[in-house]
């Protein structure tokens, strides 16, 4: 487990600490990339990563970022699902979930991917 703490939020990469529904809520309705997913579809994935990281709030324990990856476990690995919610944008949160998953954590010496219309900053 890797806890970092960033400012007024902490990352956390453990899977049973992911508010489900919160991440459900913006994949299904902010997301473009998530937006054609059905709920079954959603809930069918969430066995499957190799590793999420969460981003919450440190004073109220409430999730405003997500990251989750797909890997092979050796070499390389998907990064997925990357968000933080709007009021928390704009701090530099979204560069350290996404540093928290790559380089703080098993996959640090991966080969890692990311297809996305409009994160090329992270």
């Given at each position: 487990m890797v806890i970092f703490n960033f400012g007024a939020y902490e990352l956390d990469d453990d899977a049973n600490r992911t508010d489900r529904d919160a991440v459900w809520e913006f994949l299904?309705?902010?997301?473009?990339?998530?937006?054609?997913?059905?709920g079954r579809t959603s809930t069918r994935s969430w066995p499957l990563p190799w590793r999420v990281v969460g981003a919450y709030e440190t004073?109220?324990?409430r999730q405003v970022g997500f990251a989750r990856a797909i890997s092979d476990g050796v070499a390389f690995a998907y990064l997925a699902d990357v968000f933080?919610?709007?009021?928390?944008?704009?701090?530099?949160?979204?560069?350290?979930?996404?540093a928290t998953m790559i380089d703080r954590g098993p996959g640090a010496g991966f080969r890692w991917s990311l297809h996305t219309s409009d994160a090329h900053d992270l």
């Open positions: 299904s309705t902010e997301a473009y990339w998530g937006r054609t997913r059905s004073a109220t324990g933080i919610l709007a009021g928390a944008r704009g701090g530099g949160l979204g560069r350290e979930l996404v």
